[in-house]
């Protein structure tokens, strides 16, 4: 008896998501090769036609929008703020959520279940909703020790702590499990070569979850970079104003003078970081919950 391979055609079904799969990437992508070249179109250009495609590429609009001086700040100092926020958080994060990971998945002591269950429930709270509390605090513990209401709540330093803090319950929740897969051999050995606690976490704990670890920095970056509500609130100074806060300055100005090529350049010269950074770890960020297989025992 003879058996013939006959390929499967696609089901209905498949052809369902195919055809919505296509819809979303055109919805996706359409808007962002719109940004693109208008970056690159003449003012006159866009008034004339918002939709057509350039006739000469204005790279003058990228100048504009580094460096233009019609804004009290240019998107220059905005971009340095944010990139002292992420490496500032981004640091606290990974200190604290290790250290934290580290005393929670490998010690037993009084209240650790109730640490446990702070930090999960801590996780289902959206962050927004304390937000304003903690504003108030702030603002008024700044009065109290400084003599401003803004001394604390307007400064790039409090903002890092806060996105630092914002962010721990759900990486603690997603770390202490693979601290706990650790085997407990490697910190025994240790202490009998004679490690004390600071270098058993340095050189044992945090080099078995340094994959992890990647996952949660880069999860940090790409959440800050973009983030607006929490920088909005905080932020009074156009000064310490960070790209998604910023950006919003600089469309009012921009707008004004009817100079909208420069203004979806800045949009452009935003996005360009996280997109590079996605490029580069995009293995790591897709995959960062399976990164402590190799750390069972």
Known sequence: M???????????????????????????????????????????EFIADRFALPKDIWLANYQTAWMDSSAESSLLRYFGNTVLIVILSTFLLLLFVSATSYALGKYKFAGMKLFETFYFVAMLIPSVLVLIPLWFQLRSL???????????????????????????????????????????????????DGANEWQIYTK???????????FVAL??????????????????????YTI????????NAFTYSFDYGA??????????????????????????TDAGEGIKG
């Open 2 to 44: 003879k058996h013939q391979n006959k390929k499967s055609s696609p089901s209905v079904v498949s052809w369902i998501l195919r055809i919505f799969l296509y819809a979303w990437a055109a919805v996706v992508i359409l808007p962002l090769f719109w940004m693109l070249y208008t970056s690159v179109k003449e003012r006159g």
């Open 142 to 192: 700044g009065s109290s020790l400084f003599g401003s209401n803004s001394a604390i709540t307007d400064n790039i330093i409090t903002l890092s702590l806060v996105y630092a803090i914002q962010s721990m319950p759900v990486y603690i929740f997603l770390l202490v499990g693979f601290v706990r897969k650790i085997n407990n051999g490697f910190i025994e050995a240790a202490v009998m």
């Open 263 to 288: 203004l979806f350049a800045c949009l452009v010269l935003s996005m360009i970081p996280i997109f590079i950074l996605y490029l580069l770890f995009q293995k790591q960020i897709q995959n960062g």
């Open 244 to 251: 998604s806060v910023g950006i919003q300055s600089i469309q």
């Open 219 to 240: 999860g940090n970056i790409m959440n800050v970079w973009n983030e607006y509500t929490t920088a909005r609130t905080f932020l009074e100074s156009e000064k310490n």
């Open 204 to 214: 044992v704990i945090l080099p078995m979850i340094k994959p992890i670890l990647l």
